[in-house]
């Protein structure tokens, strides 16, 4: 990574007032590979699994981005934060750009097992998405959901950023 791909993403960090992501004993240039190197790992999955119609997800196109909608930018940075898991991170930014969750299916059993599925909608006609972890950690990806019911039934939609401000 060189040093004006660094200051980017720092900028872009602190811009969306997560420095917290960067606030670590670790020497700040090795914490910036680490997250480079993620960002790095959800774009190429995202070509692998969408192909022509994936998404660039990149330092350039976040800040792009964060110009356009800081929010969508921030609740990103947080998931990026939150999980290790590319696939996890790819299911955030999907969300982010519109796709409906169709359905989540958590199992959990003390000591045993965990599993989340997700399932986006597809749109124009593409194939639903399907998102999945083992990871215990991957649930808190789920407190950025929005919670709501529309005539009593129950709707998640949405991922958001927390207000990390305080």
Request: charge should be negative.
């Given at each position: 990574?060189?040093?004006?791909?660094?200051?980017?993403?720092?900028?872009?960090?602190?811009?969306?007032?997560?420095?917290?992501?960067?606030?670590?004993?670790?020497?700040?240039?090795?914490?910036?590979?680490?997250l480079r190197s993620a960002i790095d790992e959800v774009n190429r999955l995202a070509a692998e699994r969408l192909g022509r119609s994936s998404p660039r997800i990149d330092v350039d196109s976040l800040v792009r981005e964060q110009e356009r909608n800081p929010h969508k930018v921030r609740a990103?940075?947080?998931?990026l934060g939150s999980t290790e898991s590319p696939e996890m991170l790819l299911m955030?930014?999907?969300?982010?750009?519109?796709?409906?969750?169709q359905s989540v299916h958590l199992e959990y059993r003390l000591q045993k097992t965990f599993s989340l599925h997700v399932c986006l909608q597809?749109?124009?006609?593409?194939?639903?998405e399907?998102?999945?972890?083992?990871?215990v950690y991957d649930a808190v990806l789920l407190r950025h959901l929005g919670i709501m019911t529309m005539d009593n039934e129950p709707i998640l939609d949405g991922f958001y950023p927390f207000d990390t401000s305080e």
């Amino acid at each position: 990574m060189t040093a004006q791909e660094d200051d980017a993403l720092r900028r872009l960090i602190r811009s969306a007032g997560e420095e917290w992501l960067i606030e670590s004993p670790e020497p700040s240039d090795k914490v910036l590979a680490g997250l480079r190197s993620a960002i790095d790992e959800v774009n190429r999955l995202a070509a692998e699994r969408l192909g022509r119609s994936s998404p660039r997800i990149d330092v350039d196109s976040l800040v792009r981005e964060q110009e356009r909608n800081p929010h969508k930018v921030r609740a990103f940075l947080q998931a990026l934060g939150s999980t290790e898991s590319p696939e996890m991170l790819l299911m955030v930014w999907r969300i982010l750009e519109g796709r409906g969750i169709q359905s989540v299916h958590l199992e959990y059993r003390l000591q045993k097992t965990f599993s989340l599925h997700v399932c986006l909608q597809s749109v124009h006609g593409e194939p639903d998405e399907k998102y999945k972890s083992a990871n215990v950690y991957d649930a808190v990806l789920l407190r950025h959901l929005g919670i709501m019911t529309m005539d009593n039934e129950p709707i998640l939609d949405g991922f958001y950023p927390f207000d990390t401000s305080e």
